[in-house]
Structure formats: structure tokens, C-alpha cells
């Protein structure tokens, strides 16, 4: 009887999630809570062989502590800044001006982004793609997409035949677009869907994405496993910008954020303060288990570009100038953007999952993913890009993270410190310079 009663208790979480998937759902587990509002991830833990999205949503209708500055900029509109938001719309999420303004974006293209591609690799079908970015877009003064040209949904393949329809990954779905959206306003995207979110029809999905766009962002994995250097071809692109997000785990290494052919993203908590940028970032943790994703690859071989222990003016968390850590690998992460959901950006997603919809509160490793690739596309270099090299010469052109932590792993892994740290990388945008 108990058995049955489980068993229901799984089909019905299935119904919910938009499908059976390869994917374990979490609709009845607890919330974790901050001031009495609900953060729930878009995804729940992935099977071997497959991969979770990082989207993590604030409960809809919650007022976020942290609030954000609102809409009402007097930016351009097509920077995405609109100049009379609708009309008693409170913005409980950062908006995409705020995300401009934090990352010294308005003015930093002129051309915004125009004739570039970002790709977005994800699972599954998202049915109302089109429709809701171009809600996103339309609140925010940034200029609509076309259907089949400016934008384009298609599957793992390039076929028109898209796989079925998951709500957890369209929530994953519309974060992507909106970032997109947010900070590359004249950018085309292209969106790929995977058939299901394993890793064979993820990576193919990558390999499609690579060949049209020049620049791809991820903002799925999973942990390390033994067999992934094989899989890193499908992420060696040379040309291509490709981002892949660190994970929201805390301490400790996912892939694709491990392969040495990304730019590993990590994630802040930015907020709103009276320094002369006008905002804060720390690390990102919501708890000892949630968290910026970070450390030492167990399989991948540290590329010459990083060399993170001989950064110029990288100090550890015992005061001398090489990485306490000691880190001979691969190391996660490269640079970073927002992701703490208590201070996390608007969201417009009109599929319903888990009874919400509408505009929501966002953050995750999957918010840093997408941004960090379409800095990329708005500085426009990807042909002289090698992998994730470009911020490591370029230091000088990024906000530099120095507090906060992960947890007690007792290196840099974890923890902030002025010049290269795990949870933060190189540090976040500061206008397209470092990208």
C-alpha cells in the first residue's frame, strides 16, 4: 500500500513537470526559505548520463527581500530600458535595465549586438518561447524578434519537429532568452532544443548550436564522471564563444563548466549599495549545499591560458600570491554574473509549471550563462576568442569579487579573494572589455 501510495506520489509529480523525462522531479520537497519566501529549482536531480537544468525560481506573488531598482530608466529603449514601464508593474526581480546598468552594458555597443547570433542549448520543448520573450522584450522597450529570422526554435538537429513539452525546462527556457534579451538587444537568437535532456541529445544539440551561431550558452550539467574528456569534442569549437554554467551546488565541479574548451560561469549575489558603481557583489550562497558551483576538475587538464596560481595580483585566502589550493586541473570557475534568486532578475514564462506563470524572480548559475554569452556577442570577438582564455588578459575590464564563500574547503576554491577565485572566477563584467 505504501508502495502504491510513493508510486502515485512520482506519476503525479511527473503529470506536473510536462512529461516523463530523465529527470527526478522535486514538487514535494521542502522549500528552501528566505524570509518566508519559497526558492524551488526548475529541475530537479538528473539520472547518470543526463543533465539538470540551473534555474531556481522565487515562489510567485513573494515579495523579494533585496528589491531591486524598478523600472523607469531613462536609458535608450533599445538598450532595453524602457522609458514608461507599464503602468503599476513593481518589478519584484532586477530588470533588464538594472542588469545593463550593474555590468556598465547601455552604452557599451553601439551596434548592441546587431548581426550577432547567441544560441541557447537546452531540453525538451518550450511551446510558448516566441510569445513570452517577446513579452519580456516588449516590457522593457528592447525591440521585438521575428519568428524565423531574428529568432529561430528548432531541435537537436535543426528540424522543426520539436521534442515535447516540459515545464521545469521551459522555465529554464525563458530565463535564457530573457537574458539574451536583456543584454544584447539587437542580437539574433537561436535556440536549439535537445530531445530530452541526456547527454547524448545534449551534446548533439551543442554541436548544432556551434555551426550556426557564434556564440552558445549552457546553463545545464552534471558532476564529473570518469569518460567526460572524450565528450569534450563536442564542446571544442574554435571560433566559437561557448559558456557553460558552474552549477548551483556549492563546492564542487560540473560538466560542461569543467571542459577546457568553455567559459565556466560562476554567480554573485549583487545588490543595490552606495559604492561608486552603485552595486555590490559577494559570492553567491544560499546554504553549505546551495551555491555558486566551483573547484578542481578531477579529469580535465588546466589549460596554459588559466595558470590561475600566477595571475598578477591573485591573493589566497593565506595572504600569499598562488592559489592555496594548489589546483594542477582544470579550475571552475572562469568569470561570473548574478545568481543569488533572493536578489534574482525578472522572468516572463507563460507555461505553467508547478502552478506559476507570469513574471517571476529568477537567479541560478543559469541567470550567469546566458548574460556572461551575450557580453560576448555584444564585444564581438569571437574569431579571435581562444576558449576562455580572452578575460584571463583582461583583467583590468572586470569587477573583481572579494567576500563571501561557498563553504569551509579552506583554499580559494571556495572562498573570495582579490584576483582569481573558484566561485567567482576573474570576477563579472564591467563593460565588454574583459570579453
Same mark, same amino acid.
Given at each position: 500500500m ?26 514535494f ?9 519559497a526558492?524551488l ?22 515579495a ?6 524598478g ?8 538598450n ?14 532586477? *530588470?533588464?535595465? !538594472?542588469?545593463?546598468n550593474?555590468y ?5 555597443? #553601439? @551596434?548592441? =549586438?546587431? &548581426? ?21 522584450r ?9 519568428n ?14 520539436l521534442?515535447?513539452n ?7 527556457i525563458?530565463?535564457d ?12 537568437i ?28 549552457n ?8 569518460g567526460? *574528456?572524450?565528450? !569534450?569534442?563536442y ?5 566559437v564563444?561557448i559558456? #557553460? @554554467?558552474? =552549477?548551483? &551546488? ?18 554573485t549575489?549583487?545588490?543595490?549599495c ?31 591560458w ?16 598562488t592559489l ?22 525578472d ?6 509549471y ?21 557580453v ?18 583582461h ?6 569579487v ?12 571556495c ?7 573558484g566561485?567567482?572566477?576573474?570576477g ?8
Open positions: 505504501h508502495r502504491s501510495r510513493a508510486f502515485l506520489g512520482v506519476l503525479i509529480a511527473i503529470v506536473i513537470g510536462g512529461g516523463i523525462g530523465l529527470y527526478a522531479t522535486h514538487a520537497a521542502a522549500p528552501r526559505s528566505n524570509a518566508s519566501v526558492a529549482h526548475s529541475c530537479g536531480a538528473a539520472q547518470s548520463g543526463a543533465a539538470t537544468c540551473h534555474a531556481i525560481y522565487l515562489s510567485q506573488g513573494a523579494k527581500p533585496g528589491k531591486g531598482t523600472g523607469g530608466s531613462t536609458n535608450s529603449v533599445t532595453g530600458c524602457p522609458t514608461n514601464p507599464t503602468a503599476g508593474n513593481t518589478y519584484p526581480g532586477y *530588470t533588464a535595465c !538594472d542588469v545593463e550593474a556598465a552594458l547601455s552604452t557599451a555597443s #553601439a @551596434s548592441n =549586438g546587431s &548581426g550577432e547570433t547567441v544560441a541557447i542549448v537546452d531540453a525538451y520543448n518550450d511551446p510558448n518561447a516566441f510569445n513570452d520573450v517577446n513579452t519580456y516588449s516590457e522593457f522597450g528592447i525591440p521585438l524578434l521575428t524565423g529570422t531574428t529568432f529561430k526554435q528548432v531541435n537537436q538537429t535543426g528540424g522543426t519537429k521534442p515535447r516540459n515545464g521545469g525546462w521551459a522555465q529554464e525563458s530565463l532568452l530573457d537574458m539574451v534579451s536583456a543584454v544584447c538587444p539587437n542580437c539574433n537561436l535556440l536549439v532544443e535537445a530531445s530530452s535532456n541526456s547527454n547524448t541529445n545534449l551534446f548533439t544539440a551543442e554541436n548544432y548550436a556551434a555551426a550556426h551561431a557564434s556564440y552558445v550558452s546553463s545545464y550539467g552534471e558532476s564529473e564522471f570518469s567526460e *574528456t572524450s565528450d !569534450d569534442t564542446f571544442n569549437h574554435p571560433g564563444v559558456t #557553460a @554554467s558552474s =552549477g548551483d &551546488g556549492g563546492y564542487g565541479v560540473e560538466y560542461p563548466a569543467a571542459s577546457p574548451y568553455v567559459t565556466a560561469v560562476g554567480g549575489s549583487l545588490t543595490k552606495s559604492s561608486t558603481r552603485g552595486w555590490c557583489e559577494s559570492v553567491w550562497s544560499t546554504s553549505s549545499t546551495e551555491g555558486a558551483g566551483s573547484g578542481c576538475s578531477a579529469y580535465e587538464a588546466q589549460q596554459s588559466q595558470n590561475i596560481a600566477n595571475i598578477t595580483g591573485n591573493v589566497d585566502v593565506t595572504g600569499t600570491t592555496e589550493g594548489n589546483c594542477a586541473k582544470r579550475a571552475v570557475a572562469d568569470v561570473s554574473a548574478t545568481a543569488d534568486p533572493y536578489h534574482g532578475v522572468v516572463y514564462d507563460s507555461y505553467s508547478q502552478g506559476v506563470s507570469g513574471w517571476l524572480v529568477f537567479g541560478g548559475t543559469s541567470v550567469a550563462s546566458p548574460l556572461v554569452a551575450s560576448y556577442a555584444l564585444a564581438g570577438n569571437a574569431s579571435s576568442v581562444t576558449y576562455g582564455s580572452y578575460p584571463y588578459s583583467t583590468s575590464s572586470l569587477n573583481d572579494t567576500t563571501g564563500k561557498t563553504a569551509s574547503c579552506g583554499s580559494d576554491l572562498t573570495a579573494v582579490p584576483g582569481w577565485d566561485p567567482t572566477g576573474l563579472t563584467p564591467n563593460g565588454i572589455g574583459g570579453f
